[in-house]
C-alpha cells in the first residue's frame, strides 16, 4: 500500500504553504510544527517530509530547532529537505533527529558530491528531489531554473543506485487540480526499481487511491489536508485497511 507522507512546510518557525513555490504567495496554518506533527502522529502517521522553506531560499539549513523538537517529541520518521548543501550541513540534520534527507538543489550543482551522499549515508537515507517545469528541473525552491531534463536527472542516479526519488510538477504544487498521474506513470516504467513519492497537486483521497493503482511508492500531501480536502479520518482510515 501506498505511504501517506503529510508535508510539514515551515518560514519563520510557523508552518506554511506555499502555491507554485512562490514565496509572494504563502499562507500561514500554524505556529507550531510540533503541534501539527503531533496530530499526524496521534492518526496513525509514521513519517512525516519537514520542508525548510528558509533554507532552500537561502542555500543553508535554518529551522533546526524546529526539526530538533519534532523528532524529539514524537516517534515520526522524519525526512527533511530545504538548503542540505554541504557535508556539515547533512551531518547537523541527522545529529538533530531526521531519519532521512531530500536534496535537490545540490544534485545539480554537484554530483559528485551528493552521489557519495548515497554511498556513504545508504540508499534509505537519500532522496533525490526531482522537480520539474515543462519537464525542466527546478531548484533552490523552484526560484531557479535549469535546462536539466527530468528524466536525463532521475536516469544519471538510477545508474548510481538512487532508489528514493520525490518528483513534483511545479505547475501543479498547492492548486489542488490534481497529480500529474502521466509523468508519474511514466518515471515508474522507465525506472522500475524507483521508490517514486509523488508530490503536488493532491486534492483529495480519490487521488491518493490513483497513485496507488499507478505504483506510486507514497504520496506526499500538504494543501489538501491544511485545507480541509484530505481529512485526518480520511488518511486514519485508508492506513488501517
Not at 554537484?110 to 526531482?130: D, E
Request: proline share 2%.
Amino acid at each position: 500500500m501506498i505511504e501517506i507522507i503529510p508535508s510539514i512546510s515551515i518560514i519563520g518557525g510557523k508552518v506554511v504553504r506555499l502555491a507554485q513555490g512562490n514565496y509572494k504567495n504563502q499562507t500561514e496554518y500554524s505556529k507550531s510544527p510540533i503541534d501539527i506533527a503531533k496530530k499526524f502522529e496521534d492518526h496513525g502517521i509514521k513519517k512525516v517530509h519537514v520542508i525548510d522553506l528558509d533554507g532552500t531560499k537561502k542555500g543553508r539549513v535554518v529551522n533546526y530547532d524546529a526539526l530538533g523538537l519534532i523528532c524529539g517529541y514524537t516517534d515520526l520518521k522524519v525526512d527533511f529537505g530545504g538548503g542540505v548543501n554541504t557535508d556539515g550541513d547533512i551531518g547537523k540534520v541527522f545529529e538533530f533527529g531526521a531519519d532521512s534527507v531530500t536534496v535537490g538543489s545540490l544534485a545539480i550543482k554537484n554530483k559528485s558530491l551528493f552521489s557519495s551522499w548515497i554511498i556513504s549515508y545508504g540508499r534509505q537515507k537519500i532522496t533525490l528531489s526531482a522537480d520539474a517545469l515543462n519537464g525542466k528541473i527546478q531548484i533552490r525552491g523552484w526560484q531557479t531554473k535549469t535546462e536539466t531534463d527530468l528524466f536525463e536527472h532521475i536516469d544519471f542516479y538510477y545508474n548510481r543506485s538512487i532508489q528514493y526519488v520525490k518528483c513534483s510538477d511545479v505547475a501543479k504544487d498547492g492548486l489542488l487540480e490534481g497529480p500529474a498521474f502521466p509523468i508519474y506513470k511514466d518515471i515508474i516504467a522507465k525506472f522500475p526499481s524507483i521508490k517514486l513519492l509523488a508530490s503536488g497537486g493532491i486534492s483529495s483521497i480519490d487521488d491518493i487511491k490513483k497513485l496507488d493503482e499507478i505504483g506510486a511508492y507514497g504520496a506526499i500531501i500538504g494543501r489538501a489536508y491544511y485545507e480541509n480536502k484530505i481529512s485526518l479520518k480520511e488518511i486514519s482510515d485508508y492506513i488501517s485497511n
